[in-house]
């Protein structure tokens, strides 16, 4: 299995709900990614677990809570979303837990949508 | 910080014509290189990546790219591309040492090949 999953493929939400994202890889990759991709533009870093410890956090805005269950899976928590905060949300894994170094497979995302 | 600079944002070429996209970056210290693809309506894919030893690297699709660290450089080139490559190409930095797992994408370039 060399795929990265992510569920919903798409949301809508309002900005008083609270809605996850999951993401899921079965690589035994030991890191784990989370980016935003707005249209026409590249995906941004947001966060980095390695080993299921969050080591990167990009001075991302509370309303967006990561979380790292097990090794396989990582979950995007959203509350109190603006709209501006709509776009795709990519997850990714790489093999090592010295994230960033090796290479890093993608999930198609979920394009989500705040109203 | 490190930053990535893609030369061109759209390029047209025809079919069988050479394709080379530019990639500069920036980063005081050791850096890992790639280059990802996204096909339409598909998710992000490694095309091909440099850690050490060769600077001339070759990737899938008879893509290759050549890092040349005095220019701070990485460009991707094919001698002859085929409407199947059609697609968006982003130019990644992975920093080394403290800065491990801060992926850094360049903000893409468009390419469309005429049939």
């Known amino acids: 299995d060399t795929e990265v999953t992510q569920t919903p493929k798409h949301l809508v939400m309002g900005m008083t709900n609270k809605k996850s994202l999951k993401c899921e890889q079965h690589?035994?990759?030991?890191?784990m990614y989370w980016y935003k991709q707005k249209a026409k533009k590249p995906p941004e870093l947001m966060f980095v677990y390695s080993y299921e410890k969050l080591s990167i956090n990009e001075s991302v805005p509370s309303r967006f809570s990561p979380e790292c269950p097990n090794s396989s899976l990582l979950n995007l928590h959203l509350h109190a979303l603006q709209p501006e905060d709509s776009a795709l949300y990519l997850c990714?894994?790489?093999?090592?837990?010295?994230?960033?170094?090796?290479?890093?497979?993608f999930g198609p995302g979920t394009r989500l949508l705040v109203l | 910080a490190q930053s990535v600079s893609q030369h061109n944002h759209h390029v047209i070429l025809s079919e069988a014509a050479s394709l080379e996209l530019g990639c500069n970056y920036s980063y005081g210290g050791t850096v890992n290189l790639f280059w990802y693809v996204q096909y339409p309506g598909q998710h992000l894919q490694l095309l091909l990546k440099y850690f050490s030893g060769d600077p001339l690297v070759k990737g899938i699709k008879g893509f290759e790219a050549e890092f040349i660290k005095s220019k701070f450089s990485f460009n991707l080139r094919k001698p002859s591309v085929q409407w199947s490559d059609t697609a968006e190409y982003f130019c990644?930095?992975?920093?080394?040492?403290?800065?491990?797992?801060?992926?850094?994408f360049g903000d893409g370039t468009t390419l469309t090949v005429k049939p």
């Open positions: 990714a894994s790489s093999q090592g837990g010295l994230a960033g170094v090796e290479t890093q497979y």
């Open positions: 990644a930095v992975n920093a080394r040492g403290t800065n491990a797992g801060k992926s850094t």
């Open positions: 690589m035994g990759h030991r890191a």
